[in-house]
């Protein structure tokens, strides 16, 4: 068996999701110490693992694509944080502008990852349709961009 054979098989499309609830109950459950014995912890993660197994292929999808989508936003937000910090944007007496606005950076952190559960299709997934097309969406996104991109260069400040 070749690894090509082994990467266009169904073997991912299993155990992606399965590794991935297993990680995110056992870092949970490790995080708030909670229950307090470690093998508990393995036991109900290893367990809520399995139990993914049978929607394993539809969620193997939407997770692929979710991930490639969130790899290009995170590779644009780290190239938009070297410009920022490269053009030396400080408030007041060098404070970092991130300090010094931590809940705009949020919501817009907040906007882009419903932007990315959205493009990666988990609409579909929750079964919402919607009558908008793909295009019409796509330019009221980037309407409201340009609009929020005029709005913060021509406001003044106090």
Not at 3 to 17: A, K, R, S, W
Not at 148 to 153: K, R
């Amino acid at each position: 068996m070749s690894i090509g054979e082994i990467v266009t098989g169904e073997f991912f499309v299993y155990l992606f999701p399965w590794m991935l609830v297993l990680a995110l109950v056992y870092g949970i459950l490790e995080h708030y110490k909670m229950p307090k014995s470690d093998s508990s912890r393995a036991v109900i993660s290893l367990v809520s693992a399995f139990l993914v197994l049978p929607l394993a292929p539809t969620l193997s999808g939407f997770l692929t694509g979710m991930i490639k989508n969130l790899l290009v936003v995170g590779v644009g937000i780290l190239i938009m944080l070297i410009f920022v910090e490269m053009l030396g944007y400080k408030v007041g007496k060098g404070e970092n502008i991130f300090d010094k606005h931590p809940v705009g950076f949020g919501i817009i952190m907040i906007l882009i990852a419903i932007m990315v559960f959205v493009g990666a299709g988990g609409l579909e997934l929750l079964d919402v349709k919607f009558t908008i097309g793909s295009d019409v969406l796509a330019a009221l996104f980037f309407l409201g961009a340009m609009t929020m991109g005029v709005w913060w260069m021509t406001a003044k400040e106090d």
